[in-house]
């Protein structure tokens, strides 16, 4: 059984909360050289469409300068991944996409790395307003002093580092982790431990989108209100305002994809 406290304790004694998200979540730096993360981005990004058979072995050895070990071995985890399935006298095949291991960190951050940023920060955002607001309403209920301190603790550092994009984002991203992980529940705790680079990528947009003063400086105070009524032990008035908070940050994120575009155009 997985302890929340244990992770908690991982994540602030990590040099960055999000060092190993903003890896997985920047399209610009690499992942890494190995035939795992080639072959892998290779699929999510439609060089070997699902459905599709992979060249022989013989093709793929030399595509990609390794050894059949090396290629059998990123294979087995591939298909640990759900990614794709060996069939006798039929070959290597890559398989549906609704077979993939999402919460898989690797294959998570290489539809981060490949694929646009909206369709991702949507899907995500639809499964926090799942998640999050009535987690914050179960949080205000049961919620111990030492809970309160670090959720408070992670939003003083929000205020303290605002102007200070990757300080505010990790901030943000423990003030949100420590109120799934103050429910007690172990698989919202392993959840949200599992999804925290796309977390990561997607608070960097709905910041950016927020990068106005006056917007960042209400988002900041929703983050307040928030807290506020989570001290206040009002379960539904913390499940209003998470809610409220979500939807904003949505518009935020929207904002941030459409001026990216523009400029692109």
Not at 213 to 224: F, N, V
């Amino acid at each position: 059984m997985i302890n929340p406290n244990n992770q908690q304790k991982k994540i602030d004694t990590d040099t960055s909360v999000s060092e190993r998200a903003y890896l997985l979540a920047d399209p610009n730096i690499s992942a890494g050289s190995s035939i795992l993360h080639k072959l892998g981005r290779e699929i999510v990004r439609g060089t070997f469409p699902p459905e599709s058979r992979l060249p022989d072995e013989a093709t793929m050895l030399k595509r990609y300068a390794v050894s059949r070990t090396v290629l059998r071995e990123a294979y087995s985890k591939l298909t640990a991944k759900g990614m794709i399935v060996a069939r006798p006298k039929v070959g290597t095949s890559v398989r549906p996409p609704t077979f993939w291991n999402m919460l898989d960190p690797e294959v998570l951050g290489w539809h981060l790395q490949t694929k646009p940023p909206d369709g991702i920060a949507m899907d995500l955002y639809a499964l926090r307003r799942m998640v999050e607001p009535p987690a914050a309403a179960l949080t205000a209920e049961i919620h111990n002093e030492e809970e309160l301190r670090k959720i408070e603790d992670a939003f003083r550092d929000m205020s303290v580092k605002a102007m200070n994009e990757t300080e505010l984002i990790e901030a943000d991203l423990r003030f949100h982790l420590q109120i799934l992980f103050a429910t007690r529940n172990h698989f919202i705790g392993a959840f949200s431990a599992l999804i925290h680079a796309a977390m990561v990528s997607t608070f960097r947009l709905s910041w950016r989108g927020a990068d106005v003063a006056t917007i960042k400086d209400e988002r900041l105070k929703q983050h307040g209100d928030v807290l506020e009524a989570i001290r206040a032990r009002d379960p539904e008035l913390a499940r209003e305002r998470m809610a409220k908070l979500l939807e904003d940050s949505i518009q935020d994120v929207n904002e941030a994809l459409t001026a990216s575009l523009a400029q692109k155009s």
